[in-house]
């Protein structure tokens, strides 16, 4: 089964098409971060401008890469939540208006199902992840664990109630004059930094969930006592004063700080679910080479494959379809811009 799968929630345009779930036969990803990097951030109305643009194009090159014309292709899968609202509509009108045009089944899939299975994407049965299956899903929007007994079974047993570790990343990058997007560049600058430089506090969370709100403010409030300012004076005039090797020490410690937090939840998590066989960790956080060090028995996905791309959507669909998911009315299918995996 060839599923094409499509995928514009925040600042990718992808589109890729998949062989049963595993095998990639094309992954076309556009990426808009050059025009984000000069805002320092992604502004809506220019993502989804920028998706308008290079939607099809990326759709045909996907089909192309695959070697796969419309009547290879059976299912159509799209991203319809979270995400941006217009990032959203373009990538599901896309898919709404081909799936009636080519008469094929349309299926909705959220987008945190589709980092998750990122992690089934490396076409070697022997390895794949085996159930119940523990999901650290780590993004720019999401912080949360989940407990998954099978296929498409999603259990929220943990969740940020503020800030997303990505977010963090972003924010604390922006603090230190790091460019935007913050992950990679704080792991990069951390590379030349001293992780134990600086001590974060950890925030006190009962339970599984997280908060990372609080730990960006003490890297603010610890950036602002070593350079001697009032915590009064502007954060985005901070970096001016930092050298290259405090940069680092604060990326580094940083880092370490973010990277201790997910894996102390994930091992409470672990210890009231005794029953898990795999761990898998998922979303663009998934790329950092501290936590892949720090977690050496969990799945990760191919690092391509970590951030927003359309392979991941097609292979969740994949296994919706196997779970006896229905596809969607294309005349009729919505977006969610904030909607659970749960639901
Ligand atoms: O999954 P994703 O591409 O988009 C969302 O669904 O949000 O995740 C993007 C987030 C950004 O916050 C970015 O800074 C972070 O993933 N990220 C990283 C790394 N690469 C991307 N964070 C830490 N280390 C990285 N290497
Ligand atoms: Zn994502």
């Not at 796969?68 to 609202?85: E, Q, R």
């Not at 795999?278 to 892949?292: F, I, T």
Request: overall charge negative; charged content about 20%.
């Amino acid at each position: 089964m060839k599923i094409l799968g499509i995928e514009t929630s925040c600042d990718e345009t992808a589109a890729a098409v998949v062989e049963d779930g595993s095998r990639i036969l094309s992954n076309v990803v556009v990426s808009q971060i050059d025009i984000f990097a000069e805002y320092g951030g992604v502004i809506p109305e220019v993502a989804a401008r920028s998706h308008l643009e290079v939607m099809m194009p990326v759709i045909s090159k996907a089909l192309e890469d695959a070697s796969s014309t419309w009547d290879d292709i059976d299912a159509i899968a799209v991203t319809y939540a979270p995400g941006l609202l217009g990032s959203l509509l373009i990538g599901t009108l896309t898919a709404r208006t081909l799936a009636i045009l080519h008469d094929k089944p349309l299926y909705a899939v959220h987008h945190l199902k589709s980092h998750v299975y990122a992690n089934w994407l490396n076409g070697n049965e022997t390895m794949l992840p085996s159930f119940p299956v523990l999901a650290l899903v780590i993004s720019g929007g999401h912080t949360q664990i989940l407990y998954m007994p099978a296929h498409n079974e999603f259990e929220i047993i943990g969740t940020t109630h503020d800030d997303a570790v990505g977010e963090c990343f972003d924010k604390v990058a922006k603090i230190l004059g790091l460019p935007y997007p913050g992950g990679p560049s704080i792991a990069k600058a951390a590379l030349g930094g001293d992780p134990d430089k600086y001590k974060l506090p950890h925030p006190k969370v009962e339970g599984l969930d997280f908060s990372f709100s609080g730990l960006k403010t003490a890297v603010l409030r610890a950036v602002q006592k070593e350079l001697g300012l009032p915590i009064s004076h502007p954060s985005y005039d901070l970096k001016n004063h930092l050298t290259p090797q405090q940069i680092a020490d604060f990326a580094a410690s940083f880092q370490k700080t973010a990277v201790l937090i997910l894996c102390e939840k994930l091992s409470l998590a672990l210890s009231k679910y005794p029953d898990v066989q795999s761990v898998v960790v998922a979303g663009g956080v998934s790329a950092n080479q501290a936590l892949r060090e720090a977690l050496p028995e969990a799945y990760f996905p191919e690092r391509s494959l970590s951030g927003d791309n359309g392979a991941m959507v097609a292979a969740a669909c994949y296994y919706e379809i196997k779970s006896g998911v229905k596809p969607v009315d294309p005349y009729k299918l919505n977006i969610y811009p904030r909607i659970s995996i749960e639901s």
